[in-house]
Structure formats: structure tokens, C-alpha cells
């Protein structure tokens, strides 16, 4: 059978690299919807289709997360190419066959090393990888132990090849050392970054929202509109942070509670749903619903599909209206206003500082806030106490959703001297 795949219809040319590159590593950091996933994903369909000896390794930090993200975008693409006849997809186990030949794509996560070094191929050699949102692996000897299951000895013409996707949120992570820097950078390696100007299949509104935000969050712009690295410096949740993958079940027992802050045009809604475990001073944030644009009833509805009903919900109490909405017009119960005050905002967030994060990989707003909320520089440019008020409306949210395990006794919010008292209690002053 023959089948037609013309490459320069198909992807942008900042993708050509991935099909005629015989680098060892491939590795495309870039903005949102710049279209990494996508034409990574035609290269494994591609690669396997015309060299038989190759099967494709696709790796998470998260194995959780690949249905939805890698597996499905695959599937897409077999779609798109009009070839997803000539492949089994299955979920248990997870993994895509190529039914002519019995090649195979296995999917894999960081969390479970011991399957990752277990894969026998029943034709031809594991000699591809694929590690998407690579940004999330944090220990470069975890993406050594990978690179070794590649293995085998392949045809004459055949090679080894790694790609590696993600968006560089800081410029301290290894990734920039291991393939960027000229010092220091692997050999045989093509690295480089694409943008959503490298997609031409992106709707205006995306477009119009991406560029809103070079001008009105342009620290976060700066990775997730220009693909550039991120400056990790004066981060206000600095290592009081990390991504986990944890079950329901693990935090059964803790305390919930949901926080809610409004945006609209340029700004996202978030509602942030957590845990607390006050004995460790933890808070597990187990999901998230944020966007833009969404109207009262798609709030309620959100809050409902997350199943916030029943608990206590917190919101920003600059939309009083919304809030009586919510609650009169579309019956959404236990939802009472933020406290407000002076040094509310700080005080809170001081006490947030007081916790560690644990945050669910389901949870991608709140996540990229705590990679870019920052300090302010005075005009000497030394950090000041206050944070630039930016990219905090999932940390917002988190705030009110805290706000009765930090600053309520008997359901009232404290004064401003109960607050200062409470937050010298911690010994945080
Ligand atoms: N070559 C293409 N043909 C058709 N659709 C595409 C193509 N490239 C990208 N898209 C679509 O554009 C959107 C964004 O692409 P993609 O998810 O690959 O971006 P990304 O760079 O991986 O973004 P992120 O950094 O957010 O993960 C997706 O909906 C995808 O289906
Ligand atoms: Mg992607």
C-alpha cells in the first residue's frame, strides 16, 4: 500500500528539522500553541510508517496525564493523515500498534521508572523518545536513565533520536544547560524555539488573547507568548511549591474548601479546589477550572461539574453582584465574600508563605502563576515586599479559598489586628 503525506502542507517549516534532522536530539522549547505537540505528533506517526525498525518511547514526568494530552493528540493526527485504520489504540495498557508490522508507541511516565526500563519490542528496535512537557522533569539523571532503554542494533541507515517539547518557564532548569548554552549544550543536538507564530492553526481569539498578554502580564508573556526562557528571580512562592500526581484518596480525610476570583475579557476566572492538612502545613490543590470569558451560569456550572456544591466557597468580593447571582439566581450554596482590609492582600499571602504546595498535574493556571508571580523592584532595582500584581488570579483565588483556615474565627473575618497577631503567631514577623 502506498500512502501520500506531503510534509510542507502539513507542518510549519520551523517543524522541517523533525523530519530530515538525523540529530541525536531534537529539542523545540516554545510558546503556547506554537504547535510542538501537534507536529511531534505527525513525526511519530511518520517515523513509524516509513522505517520498520521504530518504536517510539513517549514520556511524561506524569504517566496520568498521556490520555489526554500525548495519546490523544496522536490519535488526531493518524486522523488528520487519514492512516488511523491502519493502527490499534488502546487504553489498557496504553499504547498505539502499528497493525501491519507490530511496532509499537509505549507510553510511560517518570513516576513509574521501573516500567520504563522493562519495554521489549516484538519488531524492530526502541530507538525513538518523545518527552512532552519535558519542563516538569526535574532531575536530569531521571532523562539519562531514559535515554539508556534506548536500545539495540539498528539497520545500516537507521538512528537514534530524542525529542524534547516544552515551554521554558525558568531559565535555571537543566534543559537550558543540557541543550542551549553554548558551553555546555549535548553534541548533535538542533535546538530552537517556535511560537504561535509558527501555527497556522490558531483561532484569532487565541491570537488576540496570546498578544493581550505581552502587554498586561508580560512576565508570563514572555515564556508563553514569546517562548523565551522565564527569569526564575523574586518568585513569591519560591520552592514552597511542587507538581505531584496524588489520589483523592490521599486527601480523603482533609478538610476542602474552594476559592473563587472573577476575570472576564483579559482575565481568567479561577476557582482553585484544596486540602488542608494544617498538622504538616500542607494544602493540596486538586483541581482548577480558569478561563476567560466566562459568564455567571458557566461559573455555576463549573463550580457544580467540580463538584463545589456543599462547600465552602469563597470568592472575590470586589463583584458582590456576581456573587448574589450565583447564590440567588443559580442556587450555588455556601458562597460568602472575600474579607477585606487593610494589608489584606499581603497579610494573606504571608501566610500562604507559611505552607508547602502540592499541586495536582490536572491544575495548569494556578501552576504557571506560581512560576511567575514575582516581587517588584523599586527604582534601584532591589526587590521590594510587594508582588506585581499580575498573574495572580488562581493564587487569588487559592487566597479566599485558605481565608477560613487563616483569617476567620467563628466564621467572621478578623480584624486587622487579629490578623497581624495571627501571622506574628506563626513567627513569620
Ligand atoms: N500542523 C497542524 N495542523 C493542524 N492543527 C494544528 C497543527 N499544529 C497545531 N495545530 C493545532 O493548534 C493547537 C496548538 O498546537 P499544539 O498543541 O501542538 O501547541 P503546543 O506548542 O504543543 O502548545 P503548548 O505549549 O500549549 O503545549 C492544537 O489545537 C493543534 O491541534
Ligand atoms: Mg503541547
Known amino acids: 500500500m502506498e500512502i501520500k ?19 541525536r536530539y531534537l529539542v523545540y522549547k516554545g510558546s503556547r500553541g506554537s504547535g510542538k505537540s501537534y507536529a511531534t505528533a505527525v513525526k511519530v506517526i511518520v517515523d513509524i510508517l516509513t522505517h520498520d525498525y521504530v518504536n517510539w518511547l513517549v514520556i511524561r514526568q506524569f504517566f496520568g496525564t498521556h490520555k489526554d494530552s500525548t495519546f490523544a493528540t496522536i490519535k488526531k493526527v493518524a486522523h488528520d493523515l487519514g492512516v488511523a485504520d491502519l493502527f490499534k489504540f488502546t487504553v489498557s495498557p496504553l499504547e498505539i500498534t502499528y497493525k501491519e508490522t507490530g511496532q509499537k ?15 521489549q519490542t516484538t519488531q524492530g528496535n526502541l530507538c525513538r523518545l518523545w518527552l512532552e512537557e519535558c519542563y516538569e522533569l526535574k532531575r536530569e539523571e531521571d532523562v539519562d536513565t531514559v535515554e539508556e532503554s534506548l536500545r539495540g542494533i539498528l539497520p545500516d541507515d537507521g538512528f537514534y533520536q530524542s525529542v524534547f517539547t516544552f515551554n521554558p518557564w525558568s531559565d535555571k532548569h537543566f534543559l537550558k544547560r543540557r541543550f542551549f548554552d553554548d558551553k555546555t549544550r549535548k553534541k548533535k543536538t538542533y535546538a530552537t524555539t517556535t511560537t504561535y507564530k509558527d501555527n497556522g492553526h490558531l ?36 520552592g514552597l511549591f511542587e ?13 476542602k474548601a474552594v476559592g473563587l476570583d472573577f476575570g472576564f475579557k483579559h482575565d481568567p476566572t479561577a476557582g482553585e479546589f484544596m486540602a488542608i492538612d494544617q498538622q504538616n ?11 476567560q470569558g ?11 461539574q467540580h463538584k463545589g456544591y456543599g462547600m465552602q466557597i469563597t470568592a472575590d468580593s470586589a463583584e458582590q453582584r456576581l456573587i448574589s447571582e450565583l447564590s440567588g439566581v443559580y442556587g450555588v450554596p455556601n458562597i460568602i465574600g472575600a474579607g477585606k482590609g487593610k494589608d489584606s492582600v499581603s497579610q494573606g499571602i504571608q501566610y500562604m508563605q507559611s505552607y508547602h504546595f502540592v499541586v495536582h498535574p490536572r491544575v495548569k493556571g494556578l501552576l504557571e502563576e506560581f ?23 488562581g493564587i487569588d483565588a487559592l487566597r479566599y479559598a485558605l481565608e477560613p483556615f487563616m483569617f476567620r474565627t467563628a466564621g467572621q473575618y478578623m ?4 490578623r497581624i497577631q495571627t501571622i506574628k503567631n506563626l513567627g513569620l514577623r
Open 5 to 23: 503525506i506531503n510534509l510542507n502542507t502539513l507542518v510549519s517549516p520551523a517543524y522541517y528539522p523533525l523530519f530530515r534532522s538525523h540529530d
Open 105 to 119: 508507541i509505549y507510553f510511560r511516565g517518570m513516576d513509574d521508572p521501573l516500567k520504563i526500563t522493562s519495554i
Open 203 to 238: 483561532n484569532e481569539d487565541y491570537i488576540e488573547d496570546l498578544e493581550d498578554m505581552l502587554i498586561t502580564n508580560p512576565n508570563r508573556a514572555k515564556v508563553a507568548v514569546l517562548g523565551e526562557w522565564g527569569i526564575a528571580e523574586g518568585l513569591v512562592f519560591d
Open 243 to 255: 507538581q505531584r500526581d496524588f489520589s483523592m484518596e490521599e486527601i480523603a480525610s482533609l478538610p
Open 281 to 291: 502545613r500542607v494544602v493540596y490543590i486538586y483541581d482548577e477550572f480558569y478561563q
Open 294 to 304: 466566562m459568564l455567571t451560569q458557566q461559573i455555576a456550572e463549573a463550580i457544580g
Open 371 to 393: 512560576n511567575t508571580y514575582v516581587y517588584s523592584k523599586d527604582k534601584f532595582d532591589n526587590w521590594t515586599n510587594t508582588p506585581v500584581d499580575a498573574n495572580n488570579h
Open 415 to 418: 480584624s486587622n489586628q487579629e
